[in-house]
């Protein structure tokens, strides 16, 4: 079962209103995670590492202030794209490692936002 | 820094065919680990097999295994007696191994297409 839960799946939203996606871990604490940006038909590029109780790390290029990052909890990571435009409308991706369990990765199922 | 070259952006195979997935990296690390994820329509990225730097055997996980030539820095994945359920895109990516606070960093991703 999925040791990842990320909500929403899918946000539609208008232009310049934030959004708020979750990132959880279930059965694990995690005290880094990672938020991924997908476009179409492209590879996961990193924009920033959350980590539990001190501020996000941005990838370069990646707005700090527009995708507000708070990781307030070791199983809570959120990602809120605030005064989004249509050039937001990507999928959003998390994950987490859970060190006691092996090398592998886990990811969230994915949030689909589209800002119209 | 790390970089994973993918360069079949997409593959065909009949169905009940072997297929091999091409995946070559680059790093300055001398520790450091391989994954290959797939990623089916609906976004999700499902773990497949990892592969340590220092491991002598090349890992296997029922019908995948991946080819590991070190000296060649590539990774490639086979999949044995593909079935229609394997269309999806796979994405190959790395991380130094005992770092687990880093992210993977993903390669472009192949896109594999199983015909009957």
Same mark, same amino acid.
């Given at each position: 079962?999925?040791?990842?839960?990320?909500? =929403?799946?899918?946000?539609?939203?208008?232009?310049?209103?934030?959004?708020?996606?979750?990132?959880?871990?279930?059965?694990?604490?995690?005290?880094?995670?990672?938020?991924?940006?997908?476009? =179409?038909?492209?590879?996961?590029?990193?924009?920033?590492?959350?980590?539990?109780?001190?501020?996000?790390?941005?990838?370069?290029?990646?707005?700090?202030?527009?995708?507000?990052?708070?990781?307030?909890?070791?199983?809570?990571?959120?990602?809120?794209?605030?005064?989004?435009? =249509?050039?937001?409308?990507?999928?959003?991706?998390?994950?987490?490692?859970?060190?006691?369990?092996?090398?592998?990765?886990?990811?969230?199922?994915?949030?689909?936002?589209?800002?119209? | #820094?790390?970089?994973?070259?993918?360069?079949?952006?997409?593959?065909?195979?009949?169905?009940?065919? #072997?297929?091999?997935?091409? /995946?070559?990296?680059?790093?300055?690390?001398?520790?450091?680990? $391989?994954?290959?994820?797939?990623?089916?329509?609906?976004?999700?990225?499902?773990?497949?097999?990892?592969?340590?730097?220092?491991?002598?055997?090349?890992?296997?996980?029922?019908?995948?295994? $991946?080819?590991?030539?070190? #000296?060649?820095?590539?990774?490639? $994945?086979?999949?044995?007696?593909?079935?229609?359920?394997?269309?999806?895109?796979?994405? /190959?990516?790395?991380?130094?191994?005992?770092?687990?606070?880093?992210?993977?960093?993903?390669?472009?991703?192949?896109? $594999?297409?199983?015909? #009957?």
């Amino acid at each position: 079962g999925a040791v990842v839960s990320q909500h =929403p799946s899918r946000v539609i939203c208008k232009s310049g209103t934030s959004v708020k996606i979750e990132c959880r871990s279930l059965d694990f604490q995690a005290t880094t995670m990672f938020w991924y940006r997908q476009f =179409p038909k492209q590879s996961l590029m990193l924009m920033a590492t959350s980590n539990e109780g001190s501020k996000a790390t941005y990838e370069q290029g990646v707005e700090k202030d527009k995708f507000l990052i708070n990781h307030a909890s070791l199983t809570l990571s959120t990602l809120t794209v605030t005064s989004a435009h =249509p050039e937001d409308s990507s999928f959003y991706i998390c994950s987490a490692r859970d060190q006691g369990r092996g090398a592998e990765a886990f990811f969230g199922q994915g949030t689909r936002l589209t800002v119209v | #820094a790390q970089k994973i070259t993918q360069t079949q952006p997409g593959m065909f195979v009949q169905e009940k065919e #072997a297929v091999t997935l091409d /995946c070559t990296y680059d790093t300055s690390d001398q520790s450091y680990g $391989l994954f290959w994820y797939k990623q089916p329509s609906s976004g999700e990225m499902i773990f497949l097999i990892y592969q340590g730097s220092y491991d002598e055997q090349n890992a296997t996980e029922g019908r995948y295994s $991946l080819n590991f030539q070190k #000296a060649r820095k590539s990774a490639n $994945l086979v999949i044995s007696a593909s079935q229609l359920g394997d269309s999806a895109m796979y994405f /190959c990516a790395m991380r130094g191994r005992y770092s687990g606070n880093t992210p993977l960093v993903f390669g472009k991703g192949t896109r $594999l297409s199983v015909i #009957a």
